[in-house]
């Protein structure tokens, strides 16, 4: 992916729309940018992201702060996530 992209999908992100990233495009950098593009680009980041809010769950996950220290041991709490 480009910077180009990362910067399209970066305003999107930051809730821009379609058609504020193609005013956004055209006011700052003069240049014009059909919406068609810009679409293509913020969609295949939308399918990665409803992917990953589809994986399988892990049973449980370890979770360790570092500045949690008692004494010298680290202290660690185990969540069960349904």
Known sequence: M???DNYLITMNAR???VHEIQVH???LYGTEMSPDPISTITDEVLEE???WQQRTLEAMYPIVAPTN???GIPQCIML???
């Open 80 to 82: 069960s996530i349904r």
């Open 2 to 4: 480009s910077g180009f």
């Open 69 to 71: 220290f008692i004494q």
């Open 25 to 27: 495009l055209l006011e």
């Open 49 to 51: 992201g409803t992917q």
């Open 15 to 17: 809730g821009m729309s």
